[in-house]
């Protein structure tokens, strides 16, 4: 029995006007890109600020070294962790991927504040100190976390608020890390509680955008 010329004809006019999509990248690969562009900036910081002065800080109090490491590795999970909950079909389990990294850098930054002694060229940051901190790390995670969000917005995630989540941690750990790069300051209650808040900020701000940033309706 031959088909309709009609409803042909209405196949072959919807064929025509469809249009190419292009795939997906996978999560590893829009990882790799949002990591390139957070160490093109440290490598922008180094050569401003050179190596030796951190090497010196972490050589003299290895906390700093692990404080360090926690955050940068925090900021892979979570980057990692984000672009994967983007695929629809993820577990939702991705989320905690950042933990173990998580853990690392707080309990490092609270062990540091323990000591009782200044490791080699550093202070105890004051309240201006602390501010440029909050600032710096508050003021990098926004072009981080647009970049993000750029990343992951065709994906069009199933759980945007979690994903949302995730690239704040993301951006507000890679941009904690980019700091102890030219961080002149010792680890201290006030110095942890500034980052803390910072790291808070960032999230709450990212959550409360995600519906709106990485929904389409």
Do not use: K
Not at 17 to 31: A, D, F, Q, Y
Not at 162 to 184: K, N, R
Request: some cysteine; proline content about 7%.
């Amino acid at each position: 029995m031959s088909a309709d010329p009609r409803q042909q004809s209405l196949i072959e006019t919807l064929g025509a006007e469809l249009t190419p999509v292009r795939r997906l990248l996978p999560p590893w690969l829009r990882t790799f890109g949002w990591l390139a562009a957070v160490a093109a900036i440290a490598t922008a910081l180094l050569a401003r600020h050179g190596a030796a002065p951190m090497l010196q800080r972490w050589s003299a109090a290895p906390d700093l070294a692990w404080s360090a490491a926690g955050a940068a590795l925090t900021a892979i999970c979570a980057a990692w962790a984000a672009c994967a909950l983007a695929v629809p079909g993820r577990s939702r389990a991705w989320a905690w991927l950042p933990l173990p990294a998580a853990v690392l850098w707080i309990g490092a930054s609270g062990v540091g504040c323990l000591r009782n002694w200044l490791a080699p060229g550093t202070s105890v940051a004051g309240m201006p100190q602390s501010a440029d901190c909050l600032t710096f790390i508050v003021g990098l995670s926004i072009p981080l976390s647009a970049l993000m969000i750029w990343l992951l917005r065709r994906a069009c995630p199933l759980r945007p608020v979690l994903a949302a989540i995730l690239v704040g941690l993301a951006s507000a750990s890679a941009s904690a890390g980019l700091l102890a790069i030219f961080h002149p300051f010792d680890a201290a209650a006030t110095d942890l509680l500034t980052h803390a808040l910072a790291v808070g900020i960032v999230v709450a701000a990212n959550a409360a955008m995600g519906n709106r940033l990485l929904s389409r309706r």
